[in-house]
């Protein structure tokens, strides 16, 4: 079993294939795309939701977060977006940090963070476009927004967005009427729009059939191999992550204690992961 090496874990040039390459986790300016060091959460009441965890994620990767459910795995996405403080410890976003800035740095930060989650997000009275448009709103006149009287070319934009995720024939049909798995392409079709660099995924196949839950994860690896798009997904489904992921992290009682290019994971890797 591999232990906590930075460095260790694969990164992909845009179109080409396979999972588990090694590669480096440093862009241009000499920083990872993502950096967590010694996070951190206890709560008010004691109990300790993530302890001394830290990792960096390269740009272009599909990182994949493992464990048991309680390890920590969404609280980890919630501390990265700042929508929880950390008791301790620093998050670092393309050289910005997210724990120690001012509110408005935070909010100019988030805009190129895009969240994909279990129950999709969506309005459901709202069409798909307007849905995908979602992203850029924080961008737009409140006027704009309340009659839906987007600009020509943030339109064209969000078809174009559609187009990408296979979804254009369902432009105009609202979220309410679209299949579970049409949804989630919804939500990646608007983190497309909004022009995000990193998604963050909290389980996004976790209420899709299988053969739907292929189709998001296929889709996610083609944005980071095709639109340099970098992606940190909650799994549950070890299979999924073993054939999708260029790395997984995994947690345990809130806890890091794995940290491994996808290629190295094997049975004893689920098992120290997995053990009661």
């Given at each position: 079993?591999?232990?906590?090496?930075?460095?260790?874990?694969?990164?992909r040039g845009r179109g080409e294939m396979g999972r588990g390459d090694a590669g480096t986790w440093e862009n241009s300016s000499g920083l990872g795309m993502l950096r967590v060091e010694g996070l951190t959460k206890v709560y008010d009441n004691g109990r300790v939701a993530l302890e001394g965890?830290?990792?960096?994620?390269a740009p272009h990767s599909f990182?994949?977060?493992?464990?048991?459910?309680?390890?920590?795995?969404?609280?980890?996405?919630?501390?990265?977006?700042?929508?929880?403080?950390p008791t301790h410890g620093q998050v670092w976003f393309q050289g910005q940090s997210l724990t120690g800035c001012s509110p408005r740095q935070l909010q100019?930060?988030?805009?190129?963070?895009?969240?994909?989650?279990?129950?999709?997000?969506l309005v459901r009275r709202r069409n798909a476009l307007e849905n995908c448009l979602g992203g850029r709103l924080s961008n737009l006149p409140l006027w704009r927004c309340a009659f839906s009287q987007f600009p020509p070319d943030l339109?064209?934009?969000?078809?174009?967005?559609?187009?990408?995720?296979?979804?254009?024939?369902?432009?105009?049909?609202?979220?309410?009427?679209?299949?579970?798995?049409?949804q989630?392409?919804?939500?990646?079709?608007?983190?497309?729009?909004?022009?995000?660099?990193?998604?963050?995924?909290?389980?996004?196949?976790?209420?899709?059939?299988p053969e739907t839950a292929h189709t998001v994860l296929g889709l996610l690896r083609s944005l980071c191999?095709?639109?340099?798009?970098?992606?940190l997904c909650n799994l549950h489904q070890v299979e999924l992550a073993r054939e999708y992921c260029d790395r997984i992290l995994g947690i345990q009682s809130g806890k890091l204690v794995l940290d491994v290019?996808?290629?190295?994971?094997?049975?004893?890797?689920?098992?120290?992961?997995?053990?009661s």
């Open positions: 079993m591999g232990g906590w090496v930075r460095g260790d874990a694969g990164t965890v830290s990792f960096e994620i990182t994949a977060v493992l464990g048991p459910s309680g390890a920590g795995k969404t609280t980890l996405m919630r501390c990265i977006l700042g929508l929880i403080r100019q930060s988030r805009t190129q963070i895009a969240t994909i989650a279990q129950q999709f997000n339109l064209q934009e969000g078809l174009a967005a559609l187009d990408r995720v296979q979804l254009l024939d369902v432009a105009f049909q609202r979220a309410d009427q679209l299949s579970g798995g049409q989630q392409r919804v939500a990646i079709a608007r983190a497309l729009t909004q022009r995000a660099s990193l998604i963050l995924a909290d389980e996004p196949v976790a209420s899709l059939d191999q095709q639109e340099g798009l970098t992606v290019p996808t290629a190295q994971f094997n049975a004893a890797s689920m098992t120290h992961l997995y053990k």
